[in-house]
Structure formats: C-alpha cells, structure tokens
C-alpha cells in the first residue's frame, strides 16, 4: 500500500510539473511590419534604434508654452488620474494574491459563566487559535499570483498609454491653435489687401472711364469674404481651446501659446526595429501581459485537476482543567487533508476550456495590435514625407503667388488691359495657397506628434 501511494504521488507530480512553466512570447513575424514609401521593396530598412519614440517628451516638444500645458495635463487629468488608480487597485490585489501562500491564523476567544441551584457562579474562558495552511502543490496559488502580476503590468501599460495619448493629444490641439493663429493672421493680411482693393476700385470708378460699379461690388463682395473666412477661423479657435482645457481636467479658457514658424522639430525621424516597437508600444505590450495572464489562467485550471494539501492546526488555552488552580492547558491538533475533485459537474473542464479560449482571443487581440502599429508608424512616415514634399511645392506657389498680386494690381493702376477679375483672383489665389502652406506645415507637425505617439511615447 506504501508503494502504490508512493506510486500514485509521482504520476501526480510529474504530470503537474508543466503547471509552473513561465510565459514565453509566442512566435510573431514582424518582418515588413512598416512600410518606407521611398523603397522599392516597400519595406523599412532600418537599423537605428534610437527611435524618436524612445525619446522623452520634453526633447520632442521644446515650446516652453506646450510644456506647460503638458506638465497640467499629466498633473490634471481624469483619465491619469483613474489609470494611477487602476494600477494601485492591482497592486493591492497582487499582495493578496502573495499573502496566499501563508497559512491563515483566526483566534476567537470564548468564555462562559455558569451557576447551578444558586451555587457561585464559576467562569470557563478558552482562548483557541486556528491555523490553515495551504501547500501549493501544483501551482494553483503559484499561478494565481504570476497571473495577477501580469495584470498589474498591463495596468501600467495602460496608464503610459493613457500619458502617451494625453501628451500627444495636447501637442496635436496646440499646433491646431497655431495653425489657426497664422491663419487668422494670413486673413487679416488679406483683409487689408481687399480692402484696398475695393477702395482703389471705386476711385477708378470715380475717376476713370472704363470702370463700372460691377468691378466695386466684386471686390467689395471679395473683402466680405476674407471677413466671414476670419470670424470662423476664430470660431474654431475657441472650440480648440476648450478642447485643450478639457484634456487639461480645467474649465475651458483662453491658452497662452507661441507662434508656428517658431517651431522645431526633429532633423532625423528614426523608427527603431520592429522587435523594439514591440516593446516601446504600451498598447501592445499590455496586450501581451493579458497574453501572459491567460496563459496563467490556463495553468491555474489545470491545477484544479489535481487533489489540494491542506495543513490545519488548532490551539487553545484554557482554564477548564479540574482540580488544578488556574491551570493553563495547551490543547493542539493537526489534520492533513488531500482531497481530490471527483465530480463537479463538468465544471472543471469547462473553466480549462473557456481560458484556453480566452487565450486564443487574447493572442488574436496582441497580433492585430502590432499589425496596428505597424501601420500607424506607416501611415505617419507617409504623412511626414507627404506633408514635406508639399509645403516646400506650396511655399514656392505662394511667393509666385504673391508678386502676381503686386503685378497685377500695378497693371491695373497703369492700363485698362488688366481687369479687376484678375486682381481679385490673383489675390483669392495667393490666400488659398499661404492657408494651404500653413496647413502643410500643420500637416507635418501632427506627422510628427503621430509618428512619437504610434512608435510608443517615449520615456516619462
């Protein structure tokens, strides 16, 4: 009988062992996972990994203005503030999940008073004290514990993803303002400029033959315009601004801020290797710690398969002892019980299936996250390059533009072959093209600020 239960113990312990594997990172292919779009093989050839994501926020966004406003939204906002919280509710759940694996002490002191046929009363008191021990044989509390620490790791992960967005969120809102702000100006530059036009239109009216009022009503119609273009400029600059006050955890306010050509931005826009932006993104890594809980969780249903070793013990002192005065009494006992599930209608099998379910969908959830990110850092790259290309074909566009209106208009002042249509779309155009330069240049900024969020965020 020795041997067989000897026997018996090492089949139970051998096939447990697989119980208290570690996770390992499954295999992901993460070749061609961004793409280049100035490479003929339409795949990012890089070695640098010094990504800009890896750079802190304060080296990408130098505007001491946007600093400011960064450092009140870490400090502020809603958000944050819940997912610092999440993380200290995990942490908690963490020490639980340690403390599990020391035995459990209750005492619960009892006294009685008894009195029988008017006799003196006599007290009994008993001061017992119990214990329950736990031996984690196969992993059940082992498992338990390591899933809760991936939990708590995914937690941090989301509240640096929850600093990346916040951070990210606010330098996107500022440069919007800014933009707006050079377009306001641009409108009031060319609000004067119509204006003189319009003014000049009906002198010649006045004093010229060959003018009629059709000419001063296009053009004042043409001033109108480039007024109703500035009022929803201005429009959009205070919803903007209220935008930013929220993501700030503030009442909406004016914002403080620099101007658009003062500016900087990175020289070098390095991604990094694709096993890097595994690591950088908060995103996918805590999708892969939820990988790694469930791989735990699976653990943890096996070892339900297996008997539990429960190590009990009870202690007490006492005074109810006969004939000896007050005589203090140590009374003990200890049970070892191995209990085996059985039967538990089918319960057991359908918790290892479900987490082995939750596990696939988890590993489904991580993959497509890279290929997320993958084509966030694609798209950004595209953008940047795209939004580059541009401003450098527009702001030669506007400086053309701009001595076509000075040409113009001399022509008009000087000869009757230049009409006022061409002076009133030869300035319509310069203010199409300085708005599309300075969208150009927004443009390439987000690229920026969406380039340091998609490769991770950068250190805090």
Same mark, same amino acid.
């Given at each position: 009988?020795?041997?067989?239960?000897?026997?018996?113990?090492?089949?139970?312990?051998?096939?447990?062992?697989?119980?208290?594997?570690?996770?390992?990172?499954?295999?992901?292919?993460?070749?061609? &996972?961004?793409?280049?779009?100035?490479?003929?093989?339409?795949?990012?050839?890089?070695?640098?990994?010094?990504?800009?994501?890896? &750079?802190?926020?304060?080296?990408?966004? +130098?505007?001491?203005?946007?600093?400011?406003?960064?450092?009140?939204?870490?400090?502020?906002?809603?958000?944050?503030?819940?997912?610092?919280?999440?993380?200290?509710?995990?942490?908690?759940?963490?020490?639980?999940?340690?403390?599990?694996?020391?035995?459990?002490? =209750?005492?619960?002191?009892?006294?009685?008073?008894?009195?029988?046929?008017?006799?003196?009363?006599?007290?009994?008191?008993?001061?017992?004290?119990?214990?329950?021990?736990?031996?984690?044989?196969?992993?059940?509390?082992?498992?338990?514990?390591?899933?809760?620490?991936?939990?708590?790791?995914?937690?941090?992960?989301?509240?640096?993803?929850?600093?990346?967005?916040?951070?990210?969120?606010? %330098?996107?809102?500022? #440069?919007?303002?800014?933009?707006?702000?050079?377009?306001?100006?641009?409108? +009031?530059?060319?609000?004067?400029?119509?204006?003189?036009?319009?003014?000049?239109?009906?002198?010649?009216?006045?004093?010229?033959? /060959?003018?009629?009022?059709?000419?001063?009503?296009?053009?004042?119609? =043409?001033?109108?315009?480039?007024?109703?273009?500035?009022?929803?400029?201005?429009?959009?600059?205070?919803?903007?601004?209220?935008?930013? $006050?929220?993501?700030?955890?503030?009442?909406?306010? /004016?914002?403080?801020?620099?101007?658009? %050509?003062?500016?900087?931005?990175?020289?070098?826009? %390095?991604?990094?290797?694709?096993?890097?932006?595994?690591?950088?993104?908060?995103?996918?890594?805590?999708?892969?710690?939820?990988?790694?809980?469930?791989?735990?969780?699976?653990?943890?249903?096996? $070892?339900?398969?297996?008997?539990?070793?429960?190590?009990?013990?009870?202690?007490?002192?006492?005074?109810?002892?006969?004939?000896?005065?007050?005589?203090?009494?140590?009374?003990?006992? @200890?049970?070892?019980?191995?209990?085996?599930?059985?039967?538990?209608?089918?319960?057991?099998?359908?918790?290892?299936?479900?987490?082995?379910?939750?596990?696939?969908?988890?590993?489904?959830?991580?993959?497509?996250?890279?290929?997320?990110?993958?084509?966030?850092?694609?798209? @950004?790259?595209?953008?940047?390059?795209?939004?580059?290309?541009?401003?450098?074909?527009?702001?030669?566009?506007?400086?053309?533009?701009?001595?076509?209106?000075?040409?113009?208009?001399?022509?008009?002042?000087?000869?009757?072959?230049?009409?006022?249509?061409?002076?009133?779309?030869?300035?319509?155009?310069?203010?199409?093209?300085?708005? @599309?330069?300075?969208?150009?240049?927004?443009?390439?900024?987000?690229?920026?600020?969406?380039?340091?969020?998609?490769?991770?965020?950068?250190? #805090?």
């Amino acid at each position: 009988m020795k041997n067989t239960l000897l026997y018996i113990a090492a089949i139970l312990l051998l096939s447990g062992c697989g119980l208290y594997k570690s996770y390992e990172r499954p295999e992901v292919d993460t070749s061609g &996972l961004v793409r280049d779009p100035h490479s003929a093989t339409d795949t990012l050839a890089v070695t640098d990994t010094a990504s800009i994501g890896r &750079l802190p926020w304060r080296t990408v966004f +130098t505007d001491p203005q946007l600093q400011v406003l960064i450092d009140t939204a870490l400090a502020n906002n809603p958000d944050l503030l819940n997912a610092a919280l999440n993380v200290k509710i995990v942490e908690q759940s963490l020490k639980v999940a340690r403390l599990s694996f020391l035995p459990s002490v =209750a005492l619960t002191p009892q006294g009685t008073v008894s009195s029988f046929g008017g006799s003196k009363a006599s007290w009994t008191y008993s001061v017992p004290i119990t214990a329950s021990w736990n031996v984690d044989i196969f992993g059940n509390l082992l498992n338990q514990k390591r899933s809760t620490q991936m939990q708590l790791l995914a937690a941090e992960d989301y509240q640096v993803a929850v600093k990346t967005n916040i951070v990210s969120g606010i %330098a996107n809102l500022y #440069y919007t303002l800014l933009m707006l702000d050079r377009q306001v100006e641009i409108l +009031t530059e060319m609000e004067q400029l119509t204006k003189e036009t319009w003014e000049k239109m009906k002198f010649l009216k006045d004093n010229r033959v /060959g003018y009629r009022s059709t000419a001063v009503q296009s053009a004042e119609a =043409a001033y109108y315009n480039v007024q109703s273009q500035k009022v929803d400029m201005l429009r959009q600059i205070s919803t903007v601004e209220n935008s930013l $006050s929220l993501l700030m955890g503030q009442q909406a306010h /004016g914002i403080k801020r620099g101007k658009l %050509a003062d500016q900087y931005l990175p020289a070098s826009l %390095a991604v990094g290797v694709p096993m890097a932006l595994l690591r950088n993104r908060a995103d996918v890594h805590a999708n892969e710690m939820q990988l790694a809980q469930c791989f735990y969780n699976i653990n943890q249903a096996r $070892s339900r398969f297996y008997p539990q070793l429960t190590i009990s013990g009870t202690g007490a002192f006492t005074n109810n002892a006969g004939a000896i005065v007050n005589p203090g009494k140590i009374l003990l006992n @200890a049970v070892a019980g191995l209990v085996q599930p059985i039967f538990q209608h089918g319960q057991i099998v359908a918790g290892l299936k479900v987490a082995k379910y939750q596990y696939e969908q988890a590993y489904n959830t991580w993959q497509s996250s890279i290929f997320k990110a993958g084509s966030e850092v694609s798209n @950004a790259l595209v953008e940047y390059n795209s939004a580059d290309a541009k401003g450098k074909l527009d702001g030669k566009q506007v400086e053309v533009l701009r001595q076509n209106v000075v040409d113009t208009r001399r022509l008009m002042e000087s000869s009757s072959n230049t009409t006022y249509l061409e002076v009133i779309q030869a300035q319509t155009s310069l203010l199409n093209a300085e708005i @599309a330069k300075t969208t150009d240049d927004f443009n390439k900024m987000q690229a920026v600020v969406n380039l340091y969020q998609a490769l991770g965020g950068g250190a #805090y």
